[in-house]
């Protein structure tokens, strides 16, 4: 049951992805060229994703399971810092380069596209070292023998 | 600025958003998860048992999208400019970047303002304004 809605919600998302024009970068990137010929199609895909996602968090809030019984695991991370802001700088110069956020990335990989397998492989690259990076500074020294 | 007229899709892009939204209340509201794509893809990377199924069933509903669509008669395409040497540099910096803010466009974008997170406006804002300035960078001045 779990995994099938997973696997619907995976399939319905990327859908959505596909049917709005965030799979393909020449839109997003459209969007983000403010001084050009500006295509502001993504912010109406903001709007009614963030619609009915309102609408559901509303819900999740006045829930202590989920629908089948399960623990809601809501974010608690509420402090805006150095990281939040650099990592999200850093991400937004990816996603100015070439066009791509994970979500598309994936779903232009499923389709076959050989340009998204680079861009996922340089991200699943960058993540395990991003988590490598937090292992060695987390890590508590080794005593030694 | 002026408006791009010929790539304009409201209705499409709104409809698509419907369906991402849908797609984030079902995991919240089944799984209890943000569908949070650089978090469910991060989280696979230091697999903890009972973790992974879900996560693995989520992305290859994302794979199976673009065929299922196929299969009703919409192919997607794509218009990549990027060479691959841009490609890797760009997944590179995604990747770093989007473990290190905990999210991206759907984690961040959606869910977290749909949540009304400060901490996600924030997020949300700092990558649209610096994946602005980074197109005006390469559109504009180089």
Known sequence: MNLLSAFAAGLLFGIGLI???MADPGKVLGFLDVAGR???SLAFVMAGAIGVGFAAFR?????ARTFVGGALHLPQQRDIDPRLLAGAAVFGIGWGLAGFCPG???VAFGAGFAEAAVFVAAMLLGMLVYVAAERLIHQPRRQRA | MSIDWLHFTPWASLAGGVLIGLAAALLLLV???IAGISGIVGGLLVPRRADVAWRLAFVAGL????????AAGY???PRIDAGFGLLALAGLLVGVGTLYASGCTSGHGVCGLSRLSPRSLVATAT???AGMLTVFVARHLA
Not at chain 2, 63 to 70: I, N, R
């Open chain 1, 38 to 40: 500006w295509d502001p």
């Open chain 2, 75 to 77: 192919t997607l395409m």
């Open chain 2, 127 to 129: 990558f649209m304004a």
């Open chain 2, 63 to 70: 794979f199976a999208a673009p065929l299922g669509m196929a």
């Open chain 1, 59 to 63: 819900l999740a809030g006045r829930r």
């Open chain 2, 31 to 33: 799984n209890g998860r």
């Open chain 1, 104 to 106: 598309p990335a994936l």
């Open chain 1, 19 to 21: 049917i709005s024009g």
